[in-house]
């Protein structure tokens, strides 16, 4: 199969979590949300997120594993919105998602959890 149709299910929005507990009545800043991006492919992929006009690069999902990385709540803030590229390395290959829209619920908020930074260690 082409990478870009292995790409196109590779990348996957998985929750939004605050990392932080906040009271309910607090109007601190926006939760984190954890990404999670799984490559399918055996081809390193770079991992961008697009939002409010913007192309922010989040790091690199090499191929056959999975990353998980934390966004600042900031960037989903004001539209909740945002769409993930991914940019095959050594290839003019390119997977883009359609618009992804990030809820937080207040469980989220509730409950912090913290995501392991070295998945399987």
Same mark, same amino acid.
């Given at each position: 199969m %082409?990478?870009?149709?292995?790409? *196109?299910?590779?990348? !996957?929005?998985?929750?939004? *979590?605050?990392? $932080?507990? %906040?009271?309910?009545? /607090?109007?601190?800043?926006?939760? /984190? ?9 055996? #081809? ?5 997120? #697009?939002?409010?006009?913007? $192309? ?14 934390? #966004?600042?709540? $900031? ?7 945002l769409?993930l ?7 003019p /290959? ?6 992804? !829209? ?5 469980a989220a908020?509730?409950r912090?959890? %913290? ?6 260690w």
């Amino acid at each position: 199969m %082409r990478p870009l149709l292995l790409l *196109c299910a590779a990348l !996957i929005v998985t929750a939004a *979590c605050s990392h $932080r507990r %906040r009271a309910a009545t /607090d109007s601190g800043p926006p939760p /984190d949300v954890t990404l999670q991006v799984t490559n399918h492919n055996f #081809l390193d992929v770079t991992v961008f997120v #697009l939002h409010d006009g913007q $192309r922010l690069r989040i790091g690199l999902v090499t191929g056959s594993t999975t990353q998980l990385f934390v #966004l600042p709540g $900031r960037m989903v803030a004001l539209s909740h919105e945002l769409a993930l590229l991914g940019d095959v390395v050594g290839s003019p /290959d390119f997977a883009r998602t359609e618009t992804i !829209i990030v809820q937080v619920s207040a469980a989220a908020r509730r409950r912090p959890r %913290r995501p392991s930074r070295f998945p399987g260690w």
